[in-house]
């Protein structure tokens, strides 16, 4: 899986103006491994925020996001805009996988009662931007996970990392991290296959 592009607008300290980080241009392209550094407050954990929030409705301090939880925690949906009547805000990440690319979208807005309306998403192909066939809010994730090959857990630990986590990585048992990685490389199906001939074998 392989991070493009990613756009949002109204999100945690960001107000108003869209902003745009584009993976697909040099040097973020061809660097394949980098760190997002920066002082407090410069965003870094907004950009994770944004691309777990668009893929799988979840963000790391969080965990799900309602419309309740932007009432209720202030935060996510920047505050001032938050304030404003018909606000919205939004979260957008572009990605391939085995060649083939989509966008996952995530956003809230405002209706005419100020009240917040509960979030969207959707999944489209790109280029042509067709739209796929879901039904229910709760099935956007489950689709991203199954086109990603992980779920939002192991998304976490292993193509984003927020501070802290790849300690925590490091730290797994040995297991869990030998599954991990088996799963983000594909090479779960050589353990499938070992098993398989290992019973081959025992039943001859």
Same mark, same amino acid.
């Given at each position: ?5 990613t756009?949002?607008? &109204?999100?945690n300290?960001?107000? /108003?103006? *869209?902003?745009?980080? @584009?993976?697909? #241009?040099? *040097? ?8 997002? $550094? ?5 965003g870094? !954990? ?13 963000? *790391? ?6 419309? %309740? ?6 935060? #996510?949906?920047?505050?001032?805009a ?7 805000? +939004?979260?957008?990440? =572009?990605y391939?996988?085995k060649?083939?690319? +989509?966008r996952?979208?995530? $956003? #809230?807005?405002?209706?005419?009662? &100020?009240?917040? %309306? %509960? ?5 489209a192909?790109?280029? $042509?931007? &067709?739209?796929? @066939? ?6 956007? *994730?489950?689709?991203?996970? =199954?086109?990603?090959?992980? /779920? +939002? ?7 984003v990392?927020?501070?802290? !986590?790849?300690a ?10 030998s599954?991990?990685?088996?799963? #983000?490389?594909g090479?779960?199906? +050589?353990?499938q ?5 290992? =019973? ?5």
């Amino acid at each position: 899986m392989k991070i493009l592009r990613t756009r949002f607008k &109204n999100i945690n300290s960001f107000y /108003n103006e *869209p902003c745009c980080v @584009d993976f697909s #241009i040099n *040097p973020l392209a061809v660097s394949g491994l980098f760190i997002i $550094s920066g002082p407090t407050g410069a965003g870094k !954990s907004t950009l994770l925020d944004v691309i777990t929030l668009a893929l799988y409705n979840e963000i *790391p301090r969080f965990g799900s996001i309602s419309k %309740n939880d932007i009432k209720t925690l202030g935060s #996510i949906v920047n505050l001032k805009a938050a304030g404003e009547p018909k606000s919205e805000a +939004y979260a957008e990440v =572009e990605y391939e996988v085995k060649g083939r690319q +989509y966008r996952s979208r995530w $956003s #809230i807005a405002r209706n005419r009662n &100020n009240e917040w %309306n %509960n979030y969207q998403m959707e999944i489209a192909e790109l280029p $042509s931007g &067709n739209l796929l @066939d879901i039904k229910g809010l709760a099935n956007f *994730p489950k689709k991203n996970a =199954e086109i990603i090959g992980l /779920n +939002y857990e192991q998304f976490v630990k292993s193509i984003v990392l927020a501070q802290g !986590s790849f300690a925590e990585f490091l730290r797994a048992k040995a297991h869990d991290r030998s599954k991990l990685l088996e799963d #983000i490389t594909g090479q779960h199906i +050589y353990r499938q296959l070992g098993r398989a001939s290992f =019973e081959r074998d025992r039943q001859h």
